[in-house]
């Protein structure tokens, strides 16, 4: 049983945030973003954006942190089938500032070392 309401997108994104462990590299959730950035949502332009802007900016701790929290809530607002303003504002309500800090920051090293994967293919 879930903990929230899966009828509305506020539950759907509380579960997701509250009911595995996002520091666990390998949480569903986590894993999903990652197919977010691979472009197995929205196919390879998506993914080829992803790469310009990792492969120009991962050296940049401020701008992939930028990048990650709008990313993620992206992600999350197409899974839960909201805005991603809506989807951030419950995330950011959802848990708390310690773990959102820290989810941020395992975040960024995910998107940072899916470039680096992409790199090591090419």
């Known amino acids: 049983m879930y903990p929230h309401d899966t009828n509305t997108a506020k539950g759907r994104i509380l579960n997701e945030i509250q009911g595995g462990d996002l520091m666990d590299s390998n949480d569903a959730t986590r894993r999903f973003f990652r197919?977010?950035?691979?472009?197995?949502?929205?196919?390879?332009?998506?993914?080829?954006?992803?790469?310009?802007?990792?492969?120009g900016n991962g050296h940049d701790?401020?701008?992939m942190r930028s990048f990650a929290i709008n990313e993620f809530c992206k992600y999350t607002a197409h899974d839960a089938g909201c805005s991603a303003s809506y989807?951030?504002?419950?995330?950011a309500k959802g848990i708390s500032p310690d773990a959102l800090a820290a989810l941020t920051d395992a975040l960024i090293d995910d998107a940072i070392e899916f470039g680096a994967s992409q790199v090591e293919v090419a």
């Open 35 to 55: 197919c977010w950035l691979d472009g197995s949502y929205f196919g390879e332009s998506h993914c080829r954006a992803n790469l310009e802007f990792i492969s």
């Open 61 to 63: 701790r401020k701008a």
């Open 87 to 91: 989807a951030q504002s419950v995330i």
